[in-house]
């Protein structure tokens, strides 16, 4: 079972480049996730969809756009990067009443 | 402002003694809580959940704590093990949302 898949594993950005991130789950959940962890902050909520075609702002989502466009895929889109976006990110999906499962992160690096 | 906190940013505890990790959060609305290990370069790993109906939970070496009066949860782990050393997240799901907050984690160190 691949679980939770991201996509890319690391990518490097010049400033005002943009780029998407990708998350893919076959585990048909409705409930995605979008994390970034940054030293001394733990693992802070993006943005958040509890099924298809719904998605909802979490702690920091300025910067940030996604697409929830079916069930099992997740995207997380940066319109203009910016260095205090570097960060490791990660996607994760769960079923309501029970434990997230992760992927295993994307390495983002804004120059 | 933070929903959820672990206020120790680490710990160190010597190999077969009790690990305690505690964690606070604010709002009422959660109703589920989870523990999650995490080693460099990988994802977040479940370890254990309690539901807010519960006020114990018990998973082999690992038991969780709820004071919901209190706001408080807490992980113990006995005995502790040099494989345990990783970094601990509490997590609370909102009920009324679905959504999943973190604290800002617990590095862990099981000296040998």
């Known amino acids: 079972n691949a679980g939770v898949t991201q996509t890319p594993k690391f990518q490097v950005l010049k400033t005002g480049q943009s780029m998407t991130l990708q998350c893919a789950q076959d585990?048909?959940?409705?409930?995605m996730y979008w994390y970034r962890q940054d030293p001394g902050m733990g693992l802070r909520l993006i943005y958040y969809?509890?099924?298809?075609?719904?998605?909802d702002k979490g702690e920091v989502p300025n910067g940030y756009n996604v697409s929830r466009l079916n069930k099992r895929e997740f995207s997380l889109r940066l319109e203009s990067a910016a260095p205090s976006q570097t960060s490791v990110y990660f996607c994760?999906?769960?079923?309501?009443?029970?434990?997230?499962?992760f992927g295993q992160g994307t390495r983002l690096t804004v120059v | 402002d933070q929903q959820v906190k672990q206020n120790s940013p680490s710990l160190s505890v010597q190999e077969g003694r009790i690990s305690i990790l505690n964690c606070d959060y604010t709002?009422?609305?959660?109703?589920?809580f989870l523990w999650y290990k995490k080693y460099p370069a990988e994802g977040p790993t479940f370890l254990i959940s309690?539901?807010?109906?519960?006020d114990k939970n018990e998973d082999g070496r690992f038991t969780v704590f709820l004071n919901k009066s209190a706001k408080h949860l807490s992980l113990h782990i006995v005995p502790s093990q040099p494989g345990d050393s990783a970094v601990y997240f509490c997590?609370?799901?909102?009920?009324?949302?679905?959504?999943?907050?973190f604290g800002q984690g617990t590095t862990l160190q099981v000296k040998p």
């Open positions: 994760a999906s769960s079923e309501r009443g029970s434990e997230a499962f």
């Open positions: 585990m048909n959940h409705n409930s």
């Open positions: 969809s509890a099924s298809e075609g719904t998605t």
């Open positions: 709002n009422s609305m959660f109703d589920y």
């Open positions: 309690i539901s807010s109906i519960k």
């Open positions: 997590a609370a799901k909102d009920g009324n949302t679905g959504k999943l907050i």
